[in-house]
């Protein structure tokens, strides 16, 4: 019988040789009890968390709480069924609005997750005689979205416009052509220039997706995103985004103001052929969602954090993954893995929770911390976490 696991054995020998240098596991971390957005007890001590993604910090929310425990007890655990049977509940229609609302769209879909909505919206509009141009930086969502739908993959170097123009040139002319970006990305924490992708789209005849999956709820004057920022959302034909990041529950959605956007509901295979979530979540995620729309000084206060963490980091002699910082993710390029994984584990030491990010997930074969900020952290706790990386850097060599 041939191994099929044995395509896993260089990876499984790195894990090992990484383990046997003496340092914790750093993908095996538990959160023993969670305090706040911004704090929780790992390994039994209280630790102050920067690598969460909960950006506007809408977990312990006394408004996003009291909703899921209303719709728990007013409508069960769960839906036990997919949204074009017996699952959708007043609460997924009630979501519908609050997104319909935030972005001032006509369309709404909520999935069960933020990676099916990149998997199901592409796959479906997207078949095998089109092509998706996408930014080779893509999350995997976006690729394995690609691949389901079989279109024609062609990608372009990140962030560059010109690479874009260039490919969308090269498609043949009336084939159907979409182009996939993100508004942030999410490795190292920066913007794509969406205002010049978004013309050189429009100008070849092709349909744009964004994915606001790090912007939702923070950038943009309505926490619309990078396509709000850049004065560009009325041209983006899709904007994906999650529930698991500034809205601080779980789901997905796509919005749309194309005619036609009804009938995904009975034709997007991840959204037909899977359960909805639970009532609880749904109602979570609609009170969030109407939250952040009165964000405005979370949404100041968490850029202020973004600024002195970039800059006191810079200062402290780190390496950051943007010169300027560009959205709430800060990441700090580490030399190597090895060194990458001591540093992860003297920050935890000192109480402080980052994500370690290593190949094939980054970029250019990086190792990475990755910081997110989230608009609770005080001024004092950035002022800490400064601390805490100078102390970490300096015990471990990287500064
Ligand atoms: C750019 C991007 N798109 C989609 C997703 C998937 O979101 P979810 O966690 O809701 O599946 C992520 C999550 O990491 C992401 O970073």
């Known amino acids: 019988m041939s191994d099929l696991f044995a395509k896993f054995d260089p990876l499984i020998a790195e894990r090992q040789a990484l383990l046997d240098t003496g340092v914790k596991d750093p993908f095996a971390l538990v959160m023993e009890k969670v305090l706040s957005p911004t704090r929780a007890i790992c390994n039994g001590r209280e630790t102050i968390l920067l690598g969460t993604y909960n950006y506007m910090g809408m977990t ?8 899921g425990h209303k719709a728990l007890d007013e409508f069960g655990s769960g839906t036990t069924g997919s949204r074009v049977l017996n699952g959708t ?3 997924h229609k009630a ?3 609050a997104l319909k609302d935030f972005y001032a769209m006509d369309h709404a879909m909520v999935f069960s997750t933020g990676y099916q909505a990149n998997l199901g919206i592409i796959s479906t509009i997207a078949g095998k005689d089109d092509y998706i141009v996408l930014d080779i930086d893509s999350h995997a969502s976006i690729y394995d979205g690609c691949a389901m739908g079989q279109a024609q993959i062609v990608p372009f170097r990140h962030n560059d416009v010109s ?4 490919r969308l040139g090269r498609i043949p002319e009336g084939a159907g052509k ?4 993100e508004g942030v990305y999410s490795m190292l924490g920066d913007v794509a220039p969406l205002k010049e992708m978004v013309a050189v789209s429009k100008a070849a005849g092709a349909m744009v997706l964004v994915d606001e999956a790090h912007s939702m709820g923070f950038i943009g004057e309505n926490g619309r995103g990078v396509a709000e920022a850049q004065g560009v959302l009325d041209d983006v034909d899709f904007v994906i985004g999650t529930f698991s990041k500034s809205v601080g529950t779980v789901g997905g959605f796509c919005v749309s103001n194309h005619p036609k956007f009804e009938i995904l509901r009975l034709v997007c295979r991840p959204y037909v052929f899977t359960a909805s979530l639970p009532p609880s979540v749904v109602a979570t995620a ?3 969602i109407r939250k952040l729309m009165h964000g405005s000084n979370k949404r100041a206060h968490l850029w202020e954090n973004s600024k002195r963490l970039h800059a006191g980091l810079k200062a402290l002699g780190f390496r950051l993954g943007t010169e300027e910082p560009q959205s709430a993710i800060i990441a700090v390029i580490m030399p190597d893995l090895e060194r990458g994984a001591a540093m992860w584990e003297a920050l935890l030491g000192e109480g402080l929770y980052v994500n ?8 250019a074969g990086m190792t990475l911390l990755r910081c997110s900020l989230c608009a609770e952290h005080s001024d004092a706790v950035v002022g800490a976490i400064l601390g805490m990386f100078e102390n970490a850097g300096k015990a471990t060599g990287v500064i």
């Open 95 to 97: 979501c519908e609005e």
């Open 60 to 67: 312990f929310d006394d408004d996003v709480i009291a909703a």
């Open 89 to 91: 509940y007043v609460g």
């Open 356 to 363: 370690l990010a290593r190949p094939p997930a980054t970029p």
């Open 286 to 288: 609609a009170t969030s």
């Open 178 to 181: 979409l182009v996939v970006l």
């Open 163 to 166: 690479a874009l123009e260039k």
